[in-house]
């Protein structure tokens, strides 16, 4: 669901978007409606179109990359979509109606909606005339028009960055790497890998350090892989989150005891059945007011 924003043009709007001079009629101001749809980066900009494109009667597509400009200038340039409602069937068309009414759809980027509704009311829209504030809404535009090409080369441009040495990250790498070598091996199955990895060696090193027994790491993730590597695809515990069946397996083998420092475990019916252990951990996380007012 991408973000949206609509507008219908107000009177004194639509009055000074006639006298620009550049209409000659009041049906050719194809933006008296007009709505916005933010995509996260540009590579999703296709599939807006697309999407628009399928649900719309599209008239006219003004790209970003359609309007001649000299490389050194930056202004709105955003896509646009110009198209109409498409007319059900049994809607006599001599007669105007609403599908008769041209809107616009925006699309931009988030950085590039952030540059338009910072800068909009304090230069396009504002009662002072003046080079600096312009000068400085185009340098905005262009660190906007920057980030966005970074985002769209991120992974060749975090390629040339030279690393430096950060123990957290080399240990949230070996996490992952333990992970999708018990993927691979078939112990863990496919179903149960998690949906966001970086996340779960975060949510893992926090449980770890949240132990009210210290214990190293190292050996943790050791204890872990062995009795992980107990359990076959087959076997392994589908009812409970990989993080849940961690907890289950570090507690079971002496090295997670509770009271837990600044962190609920998810402990659930199911994980219980599991490793009826973990009962003793505490903290947990409550799903209802009246479990919230429990003693731990």
């Known amino acids: ?155 060749e441009l975090a390629g040339g960055i030279v690393e430096a040495p950060w123990p957290e990250i080399e240990t949230k790498r070996q996490v992952v790497s333990l992970i999708e070598r018990l993927v691979r091996d078939e112990i863990i199955p496919s179903e149960a890998n998690p949906k966001d990895m970086s996340r779960f060696a975060d949510n893992l090193l926090s449980l770890v350090r949240a132990s009210h027994k210290r214990i190293d790491f190292g050996i943790a993730m050791a204890e872990m892989e062995r009795r992980l590597r107990l359990f076959s695809a087959d076997t392994f515990p589908r009812s409970a989150s990989l993080l849940q069946v961690c907890m289950g397996l570090l507690q079971e083998g002496g090295l997670l005891s509770g009271p837990l420092q600044r962190y609920s475990c998810h402990v659930t019916d199911h994980l219980l059945e599991i490793f009826p252990g973990v009962s003793g951990l505490t903290p947990v996380f409550r799903y209802s007011r009246a479990d919230a007012g429990v003693e731990d």
């Open 1 to 155: 669901m991408l973000p949206f924003i609509a507008r219908i043009k107000t009177i004194e709007s639509a009055a000074e978007k006639i006298e620009t001079g550049r209409y000659r009629s009041f049906s050719e101001i194809d933006d008296l409606v007009a709505v916005t749809l933010v995509v996260p980066t540009l590579r999703h900009e296709a599939e807006a179109i697309e999407y628009c494109e399928g649900v719309f009667r599209i008239q006219d597509v003004k790209l970003r990359t359609s309007a001649r400009k000299p490389p050194d200038l930056f202004r709105f340039d955003s896509t646009r979509l110009y198209g109409v409602l498409v007319r059900p069937g049994g809607i006599d068309a001599d007669v105007e109606s609403i599908y008769d009414i041209k809107f616009e759809i925006q699309i931009r980027t988030a950085f590039e909606h952030a540059w338009i509704v910072a800068t909009h009311p304090l230069t396009y829209k504002s009662d002072t005339v003046d080079w600096r504030r312009l000068r400085l809404a185009a340098q905005l535009k262009a660190a906007a028009e920057q980030l966005d090409l970074s985002i769209l080369q991120f992974e």
